[in-house]
Structure formats: structure tokens, C-alpha cells
């Protein structure tokens, strides 16, 4: 015999159970509205709501309102250590106000138009990245068909679109000015990919912390990406460019791990021999050896300043695109000491 499928229960169905106004239910629902209810209201409807076992009907409220309460998140590579936690941020925002978080992992640049059309085409209301390129044309796609979008993490040059980051130019001013009070002149960069905003304002960092001191201009090496493998093959350029420098300025922690690796075998000690940075202060540095001195980022509160900024959007509460800086902090451990004379 057939189970019968049990009737949809409706914001009536509980607003009867609670003995209020469908309003009122409506209103205590809302995660935006649910603040104009009395707490005493508010109990008696969420637990007539879920003794009725009530469920939103999002493809109603839709149709209703021309929202999906939901938005996109972009990254470019889920393992790297620093996004879980700027998704803990967004999560954690969206929560807040009942939205749903779709987030894709895209690799390959080229993919990221395909992949934001298919979002688009799931009518997400709103979108974080943390992909853009410099003078990236998915920001002039994003800006032709009118989608509300923040960057995290990376800024878009030009202002076209809101952002949230730290100061990278900080960030590295930081680590140079504690190798120099460390006594050491001779200072290089494994600098980021400079197809990036970030690894392009760090280096710029680098450069304008040497200059600020009086200090020759770093050797530079430009790794392929912000990992560990591309911190290896840096680490090897500069090793085999040039007389050994007394420190090195990693553009992030991966790339730092990368020169450990070869500053080992080639019989070097850090940082008895060199001294290193990272940036990101990433989960486990702490434990590596030597503890990775670097610099310490708010990455959840870049990702919630982020989503904070595209609800402001959605709800038409922005006034302008902005760029939100955050502080980035110098942590020290035992990776870097003072010169060896």
C-alpha cells in the first residue's frame, strides 16, 4: 500500500499553531526582520514552527521577494590553508541572515566565466571572490550583468568592485624592518606571482622597506604560485644566482616551507645560515623546524567583512565600492636571528 506524503505546512499553518498574524510569523522567520519581533513572540513561533515541522519554501520566496538567498563564493585553490577560515567568515555571515553558501574551487583561471555563468544561472543573489587577476575581464563580466560581487583577499586595481584585504605593503614593511633591526643587509624576496594584486604589493613592500632603511634593492625571484613546490624552485633560482643573502622575504607561508626544503639540502641552516619569513601564519607553522617567524592575518574577519559588504549590496545599503584594509600583524618565532658576523 502506498505511504501517503505528508501535507507542506505553511507560515498560516504555524502563525494559527502560535496564535498570531501570518505577518508576525513571516517577520520571525526573517533573519533581517526577525529583530522587529518581542523574544516572547519569537519563542512561541520558531517552537510552533518546529513542532509542525516547518520548512522555508525558498523556490516560493523567490518568486516573491527575487531572491534565492544564496551567494557564491570563488576561490583559487581550497587546499591552500588561508581560504577555510575566510569561508569560516562568510559562512558564519550568511548564517545570520538564512543565506546558503555555494563555493567553487577554480584551479584554472580560465574556467572562472563558466563557472560564475553557471552560479549566475542558479540565481545566486550575490558573489565573494578571491580569484581575480590583475586587469581581469570576469570583473568586466561581473560588472555587465549587474551582479552584486566583493573581492576578499585581493583588490581589484582599478576600484571597479568592493573589496576586503590586508595591508600586504604593511605586512612585508613589517618583516623587513625585523630583519634589519636583526642586523641583516643583504635581504632577498621569493616574491608571488606577479600576475596577482598580492604578489605584485607585497614585493612593492619588500622594495620600499629596503629603500625606507637605505639598503641595496632585494634580489628578487618570482614564484609561478603560492606554493610549496614554486617556493623550492624560487629558493634554487636565488641559490643559484647570486652570493647567498642573509635573509629571505617569503611572499607566503607554503613558499617559506618550499625554501626550507632546500636551504636543507643544500647543507644550510635556518636560520643560523639564513634567516626566513612567511605571510599567512597558516595552521601547523608554529610546529614546523624552525617555527616559521611571519605575519598573522584576520582571515575570518576578512571573510566576514567581506560577505558583511555584499549583503550591505544586495540590500542597496552601499553607497560607493570600497576598499576595507585590514592590519596584518608580525609574529616571531625562531626562524629568523640576529646576523652572524
Known amino acids: 500500500m502506498p505511504t501517503s506524503t505528508p501535507a507542506t505546512v505553511t507560515i498560516r499553518d504555524v502563525a494559527q ?7 508576525t510569523v513571516s517577520r520571525a522567520l526573517n533573519p533581517a526582520k526577525r529583530g522587529l519581533i518581542s523574544d516572547e513572540v519569537l519563542k512561541v513561533v520558531e517552537a510552533a514552527a518546529q513542532r509542525l515541522g516547518y520548512r522555508p519554501n525558498r ?34 555571515s550568511a548564517a545570520a541572515r538564512g543565506y546558503f553558501v555555494f563555493v567553487a574551487n577554480v584551479g584554472d583561471p580560465q574556467l572562472a566565466q563558466p563557472i560564475l555563468a553557471r552560479m549566475q544561472a542558479q540565481q545566486i543573489d550575490g558573489l565573494v571572490m578571491a580569484i581575480a587577476m590583475r586587469d581581469d575581464p570576469l570583473i568586466d563580466f561581473i560588472r555587465a550583468n549587474g551582479m552584486h560581487a566583493v573581492m576578499v583577499n585581493r583588490a581589484d586595481e582599478s576600484g571597479r568592485l568592493p573589496a576586503v584585504v590586508s595591508d600586504d605593503r604593511l605586512a612585508m614593511k613589517l618583516a623587513v624592518d625585523h630583519l634589519v633591526a636583526q642586523g641583516h643587509v643583504r635581504i632577498a624576496h621569493l616574491a608571488g606571482p606577479q600576475n596577482v594584486p598580492t604578489g605584485v604589493g607585497r614585493r612593492q613592500g619588500v622594495e620600499q622597506a629596503l629603500h625606507d632603511h637605505g639598503l641595496a634593492a632585494p634580489r628578487v625571484v618570482a614564484c609561478e604560485s603560492y606554493s610549496r613546490e614554486s617556493g623550492r624552485q624560487a629558493m634554487q633560482a636565488l641559490l643559484a644566482s647570486g652570493p647567498r643573502p642573509e635573509a629571505v622575504v617569503c611572499c607566503n607561508d607554503l613558499v617559506a616551507l618550499g625554501a626550507y626544503d632546500v636551504l636543507r639540502e643544500a647543507g644550510l641552516r635556518v636560520p643560523r645560515d639564513i634567516s626566513v619569513t612567511g605571510h599567512n601564519d597558516m595552521p601547523l607553522v608554529d610546529m614546523v623546524d624552525p617555527p616559521l617567524t611571519t605575519i598573522r592575518l584576520p582571515h575570518r574577519e576578512l571573510g566576514w567583512r567581506a560577505a558583511e559588504m555584499l549583503f550591505d549590496e544586495i540590500e542597496g545599503k552601499a553607497l560607493s565600492a570600497s576598499t576595507v584594509v585590514l592590519r596584518p600583524e608580525l609574529v616571531v618565532r625562531a626562524s629568523t636571528a640576529s646576523r652572524r658576523t
Open 59 to 92: 523556490a516560493a520566496s523567490a518568486l516573491r521577494t527575487g531572491r534565492t538567498h544564496t551567494i557564491g563564493v570563488l576561490v583559487p585553490d581550497i587546499t591552500n590553508p588561508v581560504f577555510p577560515p575566510i569561508l569560516q567568515g562568510i559562512e558564519a
Open 17 to 23: 499553531a502560535a496564535g498570531v498574524h501570518v505577518s
